[in-house]
């Protein structure tokens, strides 16, 4: 079974769209909400978990971009800059999922996007603006 993180954009025109239904009942995905930002008559952000085989998970995503919603794999909206980054940790406290951690052998930091639900409170514990993310 794979797993994807992707995020949804919306605009005004198919906001109101049925997708996570859909990719449920019609693609036989397993769908978990990671957040959601929406604003009346103007469209908004969805970032989801999506599991399933390879095919459904293709098939669900080519059916929301046939919607007009925009797909975006959300590795692409999570940046952390390891240049500007000094590993001071100040990140680690912050992480409640586990996604950022210092290695005990060589003090630096690491990153698992696997488990980051982009709450953003990595970007405002970072002293010297190393991680953002463009949600």
Do not use: H
């Not at 109101?16 to 103007?42: G, S």
């Not at 599991?51 to 929301?64: A, C, H, N, R, T």
Request: aromatic letters at 10%; glycine letters at 6%; one cysteine or more.
């Amino acid at each position: 079974m794979l797993k994807k993180k992707v995020i949804f954009t919306f605009s005004s025109e198919n906001v109101e769209k049925p997708v996570t239904y859909q990719l449920i009942k019609k693609y036989d995905l397993w769908v978990n909400i990671l957040q959601a930002k929406f604003k009346p008559n103007l469209g908004g952000k969805l970032v989801l978990e999506l599991k399933g085989s390879k095919p459904q998970i293709k098939e669900g995503l080519d059916f929301v971009r046939q919607l007009g919603v925009k797909v975006e794999f959300l590795e692409q909206e999570v940046i952390w800059d390891e240049k500007k980054c000094v590993d001071c940790g100040a990140c680690v406290a912050i992480c409640s999922t586990g996604v950022i951690s210092l290695d005990k052998i060589t003090y630096k930091l690491k990153f698992d996007y696997e488990k980051c639900i982009v709450c953003g409170n990595c970007v405002e514990a970072c002293p010297l603006g190393a991680i953002k993310v463009t949600f």
